[in-house]
T-cell receptor, first 114, second 111 residues
Framework: DGGITQSPKYLFRKEGQNVTLSCEQNLNHDAMYWYRQDPGQGLRLIYYSQIVNDFQKGDIAEGYSVSREKKESFPLTVTSAQKNPTAFYLC?????????????FGEGSRLTVL | QKEVEQDPGPLSVPEGAIVSLNCTYSNSAFQYFMWYRQYSRKGPELLMYTYSSGNKEDGRFTAQVDKSSKYISLFIRDSQPSDSATYLCAMSHTGGFKTIFGAGTRLFVKA
């Protein structure tokens, strides 16, 4: 079945540690996105990539980094510079590079900082 | 002012009721209007997708877009307990590169 796989589902981190969240898609989609979801705030865009080896900052990129070395993979690193990293992280993809809003989401990764 | 405003609820209704969920927005450039459904601890899934103004119906779900009022709605007929979820409105335009989401309305349908 085609879809988006995020791992791990749950992750605990100590303050000062970097962590990397995995996102893999087998939908052959061009564009991929990372969103952060906090209670009562909806989804906020962290980074997006429309093509391999290219990515752009979203609204809340500070303290995060990404790479897009393969079309199917778009990992997100939450660095120690992110002040409040506890959140639900969602990876998404869309078919074309033009943003028509039709997104396919993974199941999410919940990060908790201890 | 947020680009998209959505009442977070929660909204609690009895089984079989008609549910009305709404969002308002400020950016007149939006062309694509979506409703996503998100179950607890899951990723959102696309429920309804509308281009420009008008109505779209899919089974028990109807999406309405009124661009003149910058107002979109989702109606759920004969609501079921399985409809209990958070409903996120979202919108975008091809001139931009991101989809803007509302905060989500949490819906409970009681059996």
């Amino acid at each position: 079945d085609g879809g988006i796989t995020q791992s791990p589902k749950y992750l605990f981190r100590k303050e000062g540690q970097n962590v990397t969240l995995s996102c893999e898609q087998n939908l052959n989609h061009d564009a991929m996105y990372w969103y952060r979801q906090d209670p009562g705030q909806g989804l906020r865009l962290i980074y997006y990539s429309q093509i391999v080896n290219d990515f752009q900052k979203g609204d809340i990129a500070e303290g995060y980094s990404v790479s897009r070395e393969k079309k199917e993979s778009f990992p997100l690193t939450v660095t120690s510079a992110q002040k409040n990293p506890t959140a639900f992280y969602l990876c998404a993809s869309s078919l074309g590079r033009a943003n028509t809003g039709e997104l396919f989401f993974g199941e999410g990764s919940r990060l908790t900082v201890l | 002012q947020k680009e998209v405003e959505q009442d977070p609820g929660p909204l609690s209704v009895p089984e079989g009721a008609i549910v009305s969920l709404n969002c308002t927005y400020s950016n007149s450039a939006f062309q694509y209007f979506m409703w996503y459904r998100q179950y607890s601890r899951k990723g959102p899934e696309l429920l309804m997708y509308t281009y420009s103004s008008g109505n779209k119906e899919d089974g028990r779900f109807t999406a309405q877009v009124d661009k003149s009022s910058k107002y979109i709605s989702l109606f759920i007929r004969d609501s079921q307990p399985s409809d209990s979820a958070t409903y996120l409105c979202a919108m975008s335009h091809t001139g931009g590169f991101k989809t803007i989401f509302g905060a989500g309305t949490r819906l409970f349908v009681k059996a």
